[in-house]
């Protein structure tokens, strides 16, 4: 065997782990990334959960009653807390959305919340 020959074999051997690395590492990124989209999706099913904590609170409650019968007895404040909430219903309700486009989980049926809208 020649210098020729056993340069062509290490050619080969070197060619190979380049390929093996290149096939580890797209198989990385892809577990990356599929890591990255259940993180997203976790955060905002957290931030749907403590939403949805704030907003059922007997404080919370008792405006949102008020407010479905008048919006006179409010107070300012109170006007304004109804408000912001009304804005994060819509906001939760188009992540809603969003999240049920993107998903890759089958079972996940997120309810829009304007089912529930007065």
């Known amino acids: 065997m020649n210098w020729d020959a056993i340069g062509a074999i290490g050619e080969i051997i070197g060619a190979s782990a380049v390929v093996v690395s290149l096939v580890y590492l797209a198989t990385?990124?892809?577990v990356?990334?599929?890591e990255s989209r259940i993180a997203g999706n976790h955060a905002i099913l957290e931030g749907f959960r403590n939403s949805i904590a704030e907003l059922a609170s007997?404080?919370?409650?008792?405006?949102?009653?008020r407010c479905?019968?008048?919006?006179?007895?409010?107070?300012?404040?109170?006007?304004?807390?109804?408000?912001?909430?009304?804005?994060?219903?819509?906001?939760?309700?188009?992540?809603a959305a969003?999240?049920?486009?993107v998903t890759s989980i089958p079972s996940l049926n997120l309810i829009p919340i304007t089912s529930f809208a007065r």
């Open 28 to 30: 990385q990124i892809r």
């Open 32 to 34: 990356q990334n599929t």
């Open 58 to 65: 007997p404080n919370f409650s008792d405006i949102s009653y």
């Open 68 to 95: 479905m019968k008048s919006v006179d007895p409010l107070t300012g404040q109170e006007l304004m807390q109804e408000l912001w909430s009304s804005l994060v219903f819509r906001n939760m309700n188009q992540a």
């Open 98 to 101: 969003w999240l049920n486009s």
